[in-house]
């Protein structure tokens, strides 16, 4: 090989130098190494190039990268991220059906949820059969107001239910009316 530095061996990104392959025609001198890609491939690359890092593996990395690039958290058809859309719609957008009931009335959102992610940290995924329910119908969407729940639990707590003491207890009507 003379003055070529043998690389034979040597890794550069997902290559593996396999064996000198000559010099290449259109730059003279320019060694060429046949490598292996982890992923199988074989090509037969420009020694500067592999040396240099502008080239680190087949190509068979790019679509994963591109995809996990583009994903933000892979969630977007959850339950999950559709209850916090729908939160989100329902105190902030004006447009929204349900504005007049939440944002229209001061019912906002934290400003910690702007980010699904921490909605996500704080309130884990939505469980099967449970939706978004504020514990105090006047307070914000927050860790400390929120919880999921069923809608047996839910239609007990609006602001239109009537609440009755029994037995030391609070209670809805409609929980005073089971017990009796």
């Known amino acids: 090989m003379g003055r070529i530095k043998d690389i034979t061996g040597k890794r550069f990104g997902l290559w593996e130098v396999i064996e000198y392959s000559g010099t290449s025609k259109g730059l003279a001198g320019v060694a060429m190494w046949k490598c292996k890609c982890d992923c199988g491939e074989e090509k037969v690359i420009h020694g500067t190039a592999l040396r240099q890092g502008t080239t680190t593996s087949c190509g068979c990395v790019a679509p994963s990268l591109i995809s996990s690039a583009?994903?933000?958290?892979?969630?977007?058809?959850?339950?999950?991220?559709?209850?916090?859309?729908?939160?989100?719609?329902?105190?902030?957008?004006?447009?929204?059906?349900?504005?007049?009931?939440?944002?229209?009335?001061?019912?906002?959102?934290?400003?910690?949820?702007?980010?699904?992610e921490n909605f996500v940290a704080d309130m884990g995924e939505r469980p099967k059969g449970m939706t978004l329910d504020r514990i105090c119908n006047d307070g914000p969407y927050s860790k400390e107001n929120c919880r999921w729940a069923t809608s047996a639990v839910q239609s007990r707590n609006k602001r239109t239910s009537v609440f009755v003491e029994f037995d030391g207890k609070q209670m809805t009507l409609s929980e005073f009316g089971e017990r009796i």
């Open 70 to 116: 583009q994903t933000t958290h892979g969630m977007t058809k959850t339950r999950t991220y559709i209850s916090w859309k729908a939160m989100r719609n329902r105190c902030n957008c004006e447009t929204s059906p349900d504005y007049e009931l939440y944002g229209k009335r001061g019912i906002k959102v934290c400003a910690r949820w702007d980010s699904f």
